[in-house]
C-alpha cells in the first residue's frame, strides 16, 4: 500500500512538474520598445510587426507586417528593416484613412484597425491614424501615433484594451496633463508613455510625471511580454 501511494505522489509531482515546464514553453507575444514611437512586435506565432520604424535598435527580424502612422521622417524610416519575409505586407497612413472612412485589415495573425489620430500643430487629422492591434488570444495594443486628444477615444474607452501608448512630447503633440487625461478616458489595462521628448529615444524623467492607473513604464531597448 505504501509502495503505490508512493507511486502516486511520484507520477503527481512528475505530471506537475511537466505541466508547469510546458507552461512556461508555451510562446506568447512580445513587446519591444525600441525608443521614440518606434515598437517591434513578436506575436505568439513567430510574426513579425514593426510600427513606425525610426528609433532604436532591433530590426534584424524579417518583417511580415510594417504599420506607418503618419508621412513625417520618424515614423517612416523603412530602410532600417533589412528583410521582409514572403507576403510582407505595409499598410500607411494613405490606405488605412480613404476619404474619411477609417480601415480594418484581417491579416490572419492580427487584425489591425486604424483610429483617429491628429491636432491642429502639424498633423492633420486627414493624413494620420493610430492602430487597434488584435493579436491571437484576444490581446489589444492601442498605438496613439502623433496626436492630441480624439472623438474615438471614448469609444476606446468602452472595449477593455490591453495596452494603450500615449504620445506626450507637449511640443508637436499633447502635453503631459493632456496624455494623462486621455490614458484615463481610454482606460486600458496598462498605459505606456511614448515619443516624450524630440531627438530622445526615452525620458525617464518624464515617464515618471505620466501618473495614471495602471502605468507602465518601458524604457527604450526593453521587451515586455503581452497577457
Not at 520604424?53 to 524579417?62: C, F, Q, T
Not at 494623462?180 to 525620458?203: E, Q, W
Request: hydrophobic share 40%; net charge negative.
Amino acid at each position: 500500500m505504501k509502495k503505490a501511494l508512493c507511486g502516486i505522489l511520484s507520477l503527481s509531482v512528475l505530471l506537475l512538474g511537466c505541466g508547469t515546464a510546458l507552461a512556461e514553453d508555451v510562446p506568447a507575444h512580445k513587446l519591444l520598445y525600441q525608443g521614440h514611437g518606434s515598437l517591434r512586435i513578436v506575436t505568439a506565432e513567430g510574426k513579425v510587426i514593426y510600427i513606425d520604424p525610426y528609433a532604436g535598435d532591433g530590426y534584424d527580424l524579417p518583417a511580415d507586417l510594417i504599420l506607418m502612422t503618419h508621412g513625417h521622417s520618424d515614423h517612416t524610416a523603412v530602410k532600417l528593416i533589412k528583410k521582409k519575409n514572403e507576403g510582407c505586407r505595409t499598410i500607411k497612413w494613405e490606405e488605412a484613412l480613404v476619404k474619411g472612412e477609417y480601415k480594418t485589415f484581417d491579416l490572419g495573425f492580427t487584425t489591425v484597425e486604424a483610429v483617429q489620430a491628429g491636432n491642429n500643430r502639424n498633423h492633420n487629422i486627414r493624413e494620420c491614424v493610430g492602430w487597434v492591434i488584435t493579436l491571437s488570444g484576444g490581446v489589444t495594443v492601442y498605438v496613439s501615433g502623433d496626436t492630441s486628444t480624439t472623438d474615438q477615444m471614448r469609444e476606446l474607452g468602452e472595449r477593455d484594451l490591453h495596452y494603450a501608448f500615449f504620445c506626450c512630447d507637449g511640443i508637436y503633440n499633447m502635453d503631459m496633463q493632456e496624455a494623462i487625461a486621455c490614458a484615463k478616458t481610454v482606460n486600458a489595462r496598462h498605459s505606456i508613455p511614448y515619443h516624450m521628448a524630440p531627438g530622445k529615444l526615452f525620458d525617464e524623467a518624464r515617464a515618471e510625471t505620466f501618473d495614471v492607473p495602471d502605468r507602465l513604464i518601458i524604457p527604450a531597448g526593453e521587451e515586455i511580454t503581452l497577457e
